[in-house]
């Protein structure tokens, strides 16, 4: 029913040079790394000492990861019993209400704030900067969005992108939807909850062979997290900035000036609860002992509603 996860920066990949971020690769095997599809180290709470020893080999700080490594395998299986007392003390049953009213509830939220949007169509571009011997003539980025507040979707097409480039600045998918999404929400209202119920109204559009979330196998995705991802992020969330009176606004790192604050004023006018209410969850999720599954601080909110 839930996953435990772990996620940690290394010290150190095992790449041809000392670094995690390889930009000047030209393709995936340049990188020198191991890279392992999806492995099962642990199973039974037996570790595979084959798949650490591989890792040990490679890795220039074979100590630091290996200790690093324990402590994620620590922290995971701790989080595990905290999952299993928290279903012991609620039951299955009311714990799978919870998550679904909970994201049921979100993508509500969004509704309410995609409605109370105009409908239109919007672009922008963007670029990286060139970077010498590697891309003379930097990316450029290109994003269309429409928001139909009929449906309650935004739709953002990302299809009409540079081809993957022999640089590890590619996207992979993963990386190009959290950029998209990130500028997305950078241009709503707090109000609405980040998570997958919210998210069920944005579609993505990618392209096979893309710099965009679909690069072609062996092409690099070293330097996936931040460089491209960070300009999409901005060139998303300054298309945004066109509903504003009708005004366009400047790429820049935070949300575009009044056009956003304006924006915001709106939806938070229509949406006034952050967090169920009482009676929301009376109705939909039924047993009073929901609310204090969230802590004591979130749930005297959920009480005030």
Not at 251 to 271: D, F, L, N
């Amino acid at each position: 029913m839930f996953t435990a996860v772990a996620k940690a920066h290394q010290a150190d990949i095992g790449n041809a040079l000392p670094t995690t971020y390889m930009s000047g690769v030209r393709d995936q095997y340049a990188e020198g790394a191991l890279i392992f599809p999806a492995v099962q180290i642990p199973r039974g709470y037996r570790t595979n000492d084959d798949i650490v020893r591989m890792c040990r080999a490679r890795i220039r700080v074979p100590n630091q990861w290996y200790g690093d490594f324990l402590a994620g395998i620590g922290s995971a299986r701790i989080a595990e019993r905290r999952l299993k007392e928290l279903c012991t003390k609620y039951g299955k049953e009311t714990l799978r209400s919870f998550v679904t009213d909970w994201l049921d509830y979100s993508e509500e939220l969004m509704v309410k704030a995609l409605r109370n949007m105009p409908r239109t169509s919007l672009s922008n571009t963007g670029r990286h900067d060139p970077i010498p011997t590697l891309l003379p003539d930097g990316v450029k980025l290109k994003v269309a969005l429409e928001i139909d507040p009929d449906e309650a979707m935004i739709n953002i097409d990302l299809r009409d992108n540079p081809d993957s480039v022999p640089v590890g600045l590619n996207l992979s998918l993963a990386c190009a939807s959290a950029a998209a999404v990130a500028g997305v929400f950078n241009s709503m209202s707090l109000t609405v909850p980040r998570n997958g119920g919210s998210f069920r109204r944005i579609s993505l559009q990618f392209r096979d062979g893309s710099v965009i979330g679909k690069p072609r196998l062996p092409h690099s995705c070293s330097v996936s997290t931040t460089n491209i991802s960070d300009r999409l992020i901005n060139t998303v969330q300054a298309a945004f900035a066109g509903i504003g009176r009708g005004r366009a606004w400047p790429k820049v790192a935070s949300a575009p000036g009044s056009a956003m604050r304006w924006y915001r004023e709106m939806t938070t006018a229509t949406i006034r609860a952050p967090m169920p209410t009482r009676s929301f969850w009376a109705r939909r999720a039924g047993p009073a002992a929901l609310p204090r599954m969230a802590g004591p601080a979130m749930a005297s909110r959920w009480l005030r509603g």
